[in-house]
């Protein structure tokens, strides 16, 4: 409640980063979507550790700020009525939800991972891929609960520690921003298709491996 989403972490840093880094600066790293603004909504605290309700507390106040895109870049194995709840606010603002499939090497279709098991057709869960565009080994993946993969090996982005640090990290939290920062320039292109609009046609645009 206090405005003030600093991070201490790191970890929010580095996705923010694989989302908007600003291009052609001759800087650090790139972002995929350089022109898009970010709102940053902290809940996790310096271990990495926060609580649902805090979770629900940025999806709602994310949703009444007037975001479009919302980058989920956490998750677990407890599922929450009330969690569930908030995304789909968001779903019927009209907003995408990009998340995590998790970093188990687990099937979500047989062990759920949330919130990216939840039933709901504005949320786009992200498995991790090498750069030989094979599921990393430590990706979660699914059938039927998983969407689709982006790059989440060994990526380099911004980091916390000053205005000029750059880290490699590796999960499906950076993949996961790859995902979010598409749907950012695809807001952009066609702003008048809705939330599944834009999501079928990122997804029909991927490569089957």
Known sequence: NTGDPMDDNG???????IIGAVGNNGLGS???AWRVQLMA????????NGSISDAIQCIDYA??????VINASWGGPSSSTFLRSAIDKARQAGIIFVTA???DSQDNDATANYPSNYDLNNIVAVAATTRADALADY????ATTVDLAAPGSVIYSTWNSSDSAYTYLSGTSMATP???GAFALLRARYPSESYRQLIDRLLAATDPI
């Open 139 to 142: 990706s979660n993946f699914g």
């Open 30 to 32: 790139v972002g995929v």
């Open 11 to 17: 970890h929010g840093t580095h996705v923010a980063g």
């Open 101 to 103: 499939a998790g970093n």
């Open 178 to 180: 790859h995902v979010t």
């Open 41 to 48: 909504c902290r809940f996790m605290d310096s271990t990495g």
């Open 63 to 68: 949703r009444q700020k007037g975001a479009k």
